[in-house]
C-alpha cells in the first residue's frame, strides 16, 4: 500500500506519519508538504532514512507537484495540508483561502483523474461555529465564525459536494483542539510551555473562559487513521479528546507543571476579535465504529511540558525571525 500525505511536516500530519510507519509495516508513505513557517523537516528527522517514506517538496494547489507526489499512484490520499492558525486567519485571510480550499479542489481534482480508492480530509471542530451548550455532531450546520474556520468549512462543502456530484470516494474527520510534541510555538499550549521556560508572562485572551476539548496528538493520528482504513465513505465523524477545559485551567496547570505562578506570569490582554467561546464535539459516531482516546489528560499534559523541557534544540530557532515579526503583530498592541 501507497498513501499520499499533504502537509506531513506540520504537527498532525508528522506525528500520523510516525504512528503509521510504526504500526502498519505494509504502508509506504509520500510525503508532499510545501515547507511554510510551520511545515518543519525537523520534525520528522528521524525518518529521513526509512525507505518506506519519501519526501517531496512542494504545494497542493500546484497541479504538478502533486502529480509527482502520486508518481505511478497511490491507495490513498489523506490531506493535512492546511493554514491552520486563527490568529493569522484574522491578520491575514488569503492564505487560508488558498490553501484551505483551493489546495483541497486540486487534491480532488487528482483523485477523480486517478481513480484513487480514498481520500481523506482532515478538518476541524471549529467548522460548526460556537457552541454555547451541547455538543455538535456531524450532521450538524456548519457555522464558522473566523477566516480560518471558515476555510476549512468551504473545504469540508467541496469535499462532499464531490461525493454527491462525482461519487468520489471521501471521509472527513473533524477533529478537536490538539496538544502534544512538535506543535508550532505559536499554538496556546506550546506558546504558553516555551514562554513559561524563557521566564515570560503568557497573554491570556479576554477573561480566558472560552472552553476547548483537548486530544493528544497521538489519539487524533490513530483517529484519522481509524476513519481511513474502516469509516464508511462519504461520511463525516468527530475526533474530541473528551477533556472539555477553560483556558484558565489549561494555563494553571502549565505554571504549575513549569514551577511559575499566576501573579507573575499571567497577563490578560485584549480578546481575539470573533473569538468562539466554546467547542465540543460528540464523538459516539467514531466510538461506535471501535476508536476511543488513549491518553489520559493530566499524563498527556505532564508528557508534554516534559517534551517541550527536552527539546529547547526543537523550538529555539523556530521563536526566531519570521515568529519575532508575528508576535510583534499580533501581541505588541494587545
Ligand atoms: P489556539 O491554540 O489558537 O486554538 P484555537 O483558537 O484554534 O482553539 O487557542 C486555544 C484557545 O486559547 C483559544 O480560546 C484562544 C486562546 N489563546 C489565548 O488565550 N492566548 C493565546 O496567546 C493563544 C494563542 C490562544
Not at 501507497?2 to 504512528?19: A, E, H, K, P, Q
Not at 487560508?96 to 483541497?104: A, E, H, N, S
Not at 463525516?236 to 472539555?244: M, Q, R
Not at 491518553?295 to 525571525?321: C, M, N, Q
Request: aromatic fraction near 10%; proline fraction near 5%.
Amino acid at each position: 500500500m501507497r498513501w499520499l500525505v499533504t502537509g506531513g511536516l506540520g504537527f498532525i500530519g508528522s506525528n500520523f506519519i510516525r504512528v503509521v510507519l510504526r504500526e502498519r509495516p505494509d504502508v509506504r508513505i509520500v510525503n508532499l508538504d510545501a515547507m511554510t513557517y510551520a511545515g518543519n523537516p525537523a520534525n520528522l528527522r528521524d525518518l529521513e532514512d526509512n525507505p518506506r517514506y519519501r519526501f517531496v517538496h512542494g504545494d497542493i494547489g500546484d497541479v504538478n507537484a502533486v502529480e509527482s507526489a502520486i508518481g505511478d499512484g497511490v491507495d490513498a490520499i489523506v490531506n493535512f495540508a492546511a493554514e491552520t492558525h486563527v490568529d493569522r486567519s484574522i491578520l491575514d485571510p488569503e492564505a487560508f483561502l488558498r490553501t484551505d480550499i483551493l489546495g483541497t479542489h486540486v487534491l480532488l481534482e487528482a483523485v477523480r483523474r486517478r481513480g484513487i480508492a480514498r481520500y481523506l480530509q482532515v478538518s476541524t471542530d471549529e467548522v460548526y461555529g460556537d457552541v454555547e451548550r451541547g455538543e455538535s455532531s456531524e450532521d450538524d450546520p456548519l457555522r464558522p465564525r473566523s477566516p480560518y474556520s471558515a476555510s476549512k468549512a468551504g473545504g469540508d462543502l467541496h469535499v462532499l459536494a464531490y461525493r454527491s456530484t462525482y461519487d468520489t470516494p471521501v471521509l472527513i474527520t473533524r477533529g478537536s483542539n490538539t496538544y502534544g510534541p512538535y506543535q508550532y510555538p505559536e499554538k496556546l499550549i506550546p506558546l504558553f510551555v516555551t514562554n513559561l521556560i524563557d521566564d515570560q508572562q503568557v497573554p491570556v485572551y479576554g477573561d480566558g473562559l472560552q472552553i476547548r476539548d483537548w486530544l493528544h496528538v497521538e489519539d487524533h493520528a490513530r483517529g484519522i487513521l481509524h476513519v481511513l482504513e474502516h469509516g464508511t465513505l462519504g461520511e463525516v465523524y468527530n475526533v474530541g479528546g473528551g477533556n472539555p477545559r477553560t483556558n484558565l485551567e489549561i494555563t494553571r496547570l502549565l505554571l504549575e507543571g513549569c514551577g511559575r505562578s499566576h501573579d507573575t506570569h499571567v497577563r490578560h490582554v485584549v480578546d481575539r476579535p470573533g473569538h468562539d467561546r466554546r467547542y465540543a464535539v460528540n464523538t459516539a459516531k467514531l466510538s461506535a465504529l471501535g476508536w476511543a482516546p488513549r491518553v489520559p489528560f493530566a499524563d498527556g499534559i505532564a508528557a508534554t511540558i516534559v517534551w517541550y523541557r527536552e527539546h529547547e534544540s526543537w523550538w529555539r530557532p523556530l521563536k526566531s525571525g519570521e515568529f519575532l515579526e508575528y508576535y510583534k503583530r499580533q501581541y505588541a498592541h494587545r
